[in-house]
C-alpha cells in the first residue's frame, strides 16, 4: 500500500465530518480509504440491483443513494435514501445472501468500495471500523423495521416524522436539532405518502414552530421533543 494521497485525505476528512465515523481516528479511515476504490458517479446510474450476489461493500463519502425494492408484482418501494458516511451492500456481502434492494444514484455521488476479501481483511486488522461498521448496521436494521411498521400502522404523521428522523441519523429516544439534506420529494419516497401531504404537514409543523424548511432540499428540526413525540405515535 502507497502513501496516503490528497484525494483520500479528503474522502477520509470527509467521512469523518458526516458525524458517522467521528469517533474513528482520522488515519484509520485513511488506512481504510487507502484499500478502496473510489468511485464517482452520475445521477441513475446503478450501483447494485436486487437479487445480485453483494461482491462487495460501500460508503458514501457524498452525494445519495436511493435504495428501491420490487415486489413480487412489480411493485417498487422506496426503502431509504443513503446520505454521505452511510454504508450499503455490507450487511448482504457480510452474510453472502442476495442484495434485497437496488441502490441508484440520486445526485452526483462519491463511492468507496471495497471488494468483500478486501473489506474483511480491513475488518480483521482495524478493530475500530468493526465495531462502528457493526453499529451502523444495527442502527440501519432498527431504522428499517420501525419505518416498514410505520407505514401499515403509523399515522401519516409518525410516518414523516420517523422518516426525517432517519434522515437525520437519529432515533425518537435520542431526537436533537439538526438540519436534514432531503428534499420533499425523497420524504415523500421514504414516507410512503404523496408530495402534497409532505408539504402540508411541514407547512402546519413550520407554523407550529417545530421544522423549519425555506430550502427546497432541506428542512431543520426546530423542536426534536415534539418530533419525537409524533414518531412514538
Given at each position: 500500500?502507497?502513501p496516503?494521497?490528497?484525494?483520500t485525505r ?12 467521528d ?14 476504490a473510489?468511485i464517482?458517479?452520475?445521477p ?7 437479487g ?11 452525494g ?12 417498487n418501494?422506496?426503502?431509504r ?29 462519491v ?26 448496521a444495527?442502527r ?13 400502522e403509523?399515522?401519516?404523521e409518525?410516518r ?10 437519529q ?14 420529494r ?22 407550529a ?14 423542536k ?5 413525540r409524533?414518531?412514538?405515535?
Open positions: 500500500m502507497g496516503t494521497t490528497p484525494a479528503h474522502a477520509a476528512k470527509a467521512l469523518a465530518a458526516s458525524g458517522h465515523w469517533a474513528i481516528p482520522l488515519q484509520t479511515l485513511e488506512r481504510a480509504l487507502d484499500a478502496a473510489i464517482t458517479l452520475r441513475g446510474q446503478k450501483v447494485f440491483h436486487q445480485d450476489e453483494a461482491e462487495g461493500a460501500y460508503v458514501v463519502i457524498s445519495r443513494l436511493r435504495l428501491e425494492q420490487a415486489s413480487a408484482s412489480g411493485e418501494t422506496v426503502l435514501y443513503v446520505g454521505a458516511g452511510e454504508i450499503a451492500a455490507i450487511l448482504a456481502a457480510l452474510q453472502a445472501i442476495p442484495l434485497p434492494a437496488t441502490a441508484t444514484v440520486a445526485n452526483d455521488a463511492l468507496a468500495y471495497w471488494p468483500l476479501p478486501v473489506f474483511q481483511g480491513l475488518m480483521q486488522k482495524e478493530p475500530l471500523l468493526s465495531m462502528q461498521v457493526a453499529r451502523l444495527g440501519r436494521i432498527v431504522q428499517l423495521q420501525m419505518l416498514l411498521r410505520q407505514r401499515t403509523g399515522t401519516v409518525s414523516i416524522a420517523v422518516a426525517l428522523l432517519h434522515a437525520a441519523g432515533e425518537d429516544d435520542d431526537a436533537h436539532a439538526a438540519t436534514v439534506a432531503i428534499s420533499r425523497e420524504l415523500a419516497d421514504v414516507a410512503g405518502v404523496s408530495i402534497y401531504t409532505i408539504s402540508r404537514t411541514l407547512t402546519q409543523w413550520q407554523r414552530g417545530i421544522v423549519d424548511a425555506p430550502r427546497r432540499r432541506a428542512v431543520a428540526i426546530l426534536p421533543d415534539r418530533l419525537a409524533f414518531a412514538r405515535s
